[in-house]
């Protein structure tokens, strides 16, 4: 189930706000700039597909989306609990950082776990199937895929290096949860 949380930059152990209602994480969320959707396929779709079927399956909210932000590129990334390079994967997005262009992400299946840093507080967004979240270009934030990945998701750019990552050296995402093995944050 998606969730939202907000908490005090110093005090990780402590939600300000938690809530399951995707009217709600969308409000919460629009007030610092970051959109976040539900979209629903048009025809079943599952892990392993290949990338066309997946994104022929939500073909509307795409063209919808890349025709409103001029998004350049759309693909398909799947990431499989027994991939061999997941440890390495998780680890390059688990500390603090920046993009120069919007990071979207649609989850057509599994979840992923993103928290933003904006100002005092930090936005933790548990993302599930049928969630798009977009993090808008400068917005700090890490990403958590967990220790066994599992999701398939369609991302969005608009150049080919601005997903690169400019890390804050900060080590506040150290000392907010993360996805474990089995836990239900």
């Not at 939500?58 to 027994?82: K, T």
């Amino acid at each position: 189930m998606s969730r939202l949380r907000i908490f005090d930059h110093d005090a990780p152990q402590a939600p300000l706000l938690a809530t399951h209602g995707h009217a709600d994480i969308a409000a919460e969320l629009a007030k610092i700039g970051v959109a976040f959707e539900q979209w629903q396929a048009t025809q079943p779709v599952q892990p392993g597909d290949a990338p066309e079927t997946i994104m022929a399956a939500y073909r509307a909210d795409i063209d919808r989306l890349v025709a409103e932000r001029g998004f350049r590129s759309v693909d398909v990334v799947s990431i499989a609990p027994d991939n061999p390079n997941r440890e390495a994967m998780r680890a390059k997005f688990l500390d603090e950082h920046a993009h120069k262009e919007d990071e979207v992400r649609f989850f057509v299946a599994g979840s992923g776990l993103f928290s933003l840093h904006v100002g005092e507080k930090v936005y933790e967004v548990l993302c599930e199937a049928g969630d798009l979240i977009s993090v808008p270009d400068g917005a700090t934030h890490w990403f958590d895929m967990g220790p066994e990945p599992s999701f398939v998701a369609i991302r969005f750019f608009t150049e080919p290096d601005g997903w690169v990552g400019h890390f804050t050296g900060s080590d506040i995402a150290q000392r907010f949860p993360r996805l474990e093995a089995g836990s239900a944050l």
